[in-house]
């Protein structure tokens, strides 16, 4: 199997993250090559950084591979150069190095050269003064595909989908529609069925407002589209429950009791479940026919280069490509997986 990894933003901290689990031999996956679509003179000049700081050892990169600490990770050079790089800060230059990997990698993958991607934290503001004509990385890969993406942010306990994604809170209530709410419940019961080979997956649906709404009190989207949803994805099958409260639904722990949870809007579904995984999230983009999934942190400017992120979630978004992969690949065999716990 191979995966490719985008460079991010290389201001922040993806590349940080990558070398530094290079170093520390983090990046021996069974069964699994992995490549890194980079710029090579910045990841020297960030490699230089982070010897000095005195966090890695020292670094040899070619234009085929980097290696450091014995352990060495394939390259394949985009172009940018090492002026690009001013840690800390989002340029339209490292908005450019960005979009490059993206694009890097979208070959990759489209043309069959490899099995999943992982993509490195990347800034939408230097994205967008680059050119960048999406809202973020997902969309992207959804245009590349030709298909609707559905956001799902992963760790072992819980995994959450969103309705709406990078969207305005004024613009949410307007797009929660019954087809959009349906087709979410769908792609999310065909992900968890298919991607993370859980049989007859259920799923819980959080209402929009406080309290669901109140029995109309506070809102009526509950009413008229999402218990209309729940009611038509029944007769497809899917075992699907709600309009839950989103406030006593996770501190109550009703969560619990499910495969995976649907929230209608970016934070509502998001805050619990970075809390809940304490760093071990993932960002997955189901609905694609390739594996994508990246880390669920962002670029972390203010600590860029200084030795102290966390790389723990960039191992979890390979593992968990890994497995979402193999999955796919069983299930395309039309053998049964096994089914998660």
């Known amino acids: 199997m191979r995966i490719i990894i985008t460079c991010g933003d290389p201001n922040g901290i993806g590349l940080e993250l990558l070398l530094r689990a290079l170093n520390d031999a983090q990046l021996a996956f069974s069964s699994v090559e992995l490549a890194l679509c980079a710029p090579p003179a910045i990841v020297r000049a960030y490699a230089d950084v982070l010897v000095r700081a005195g966090c890695i050892e020292p670094v040899h990169v070619g234009d085929g591979n980097v290696t450091v600490g014995g352990s060495t990770l394939p390259l394949l050079p985009i172009e940018g150069s ?29 043309s069959g050269e490899c099995d999943a991607v992982v993509t490195l934290p990347v800034s939408k503001h230097a994205l967008h003064a680059a050119g960048f004509p999406f809202a973020g990385q997902t969309e992207f890969f959804g245009s590349v595909a030709g298909a609707e993406p559905l956001m799902i942010l992963a760790c072992s306990e819980l995994r ?37 080979a859980i049989d007859s997956p259920t799923i819980a649906v959080l209402g929009l407002n406080p309290h669901a709404g109140e029995h109309g009190m506070l809102g009526q989207e509950e009413d008229t589209v999402i218990r209309p949803a729940l009611e ?11 309009p839950y409260p989103a406030d006593s639904f996770f501190a109550r722990g009703h969560w619990q009791r499910f495969n995976g949870v649907v929230a ?44 102290r992120a966390d790389y723990q979630s960039l191992l979890e978004a390979i593992g968990m490509a890994q497995y979402l992969a193999a999955n796919r690949k069983r299930s395309l065999m039309h053998v049964s997986p096994t089914p998660a716990r």
């Open 82 to 110: 090492a002026d690009a790089l001013q840690l800390g800060t989002p340029t339209r230059q490292s908005g450019a190095v960005a979009m490059a990997a993206l694009e890097c990698a979208a070959c990759a993958v489209v």
């Open 160 to 196: 959450v989908a969103l309705v709406t994604i990078h969207e305005p809170l004024a613009r949410v209530a307007e797009l929660i529609t019954l087809e959009r709410e349906i087709e979410t419940i769908e792609r999310f019961h065909r992900a968890l069925a298919v991607d993370f």
């Open 232 to 242: 038509h994805v029944l007769t497809r099958g899917i075992r699907a429950e709600g």
């Open 264 to 307: 209608q809007y970016h934070d509502q579904g998001l805050i619990p479940l970075k809390m809940i995984a304490r760093g071990r999230g993932v960002n997955i983009t189901a609905g694609l026919p390739f594996v994508r999934t990246s880390p669920d942190h962002g670029t972390a400017y203010d600590i860029a280069g200084q030795c």
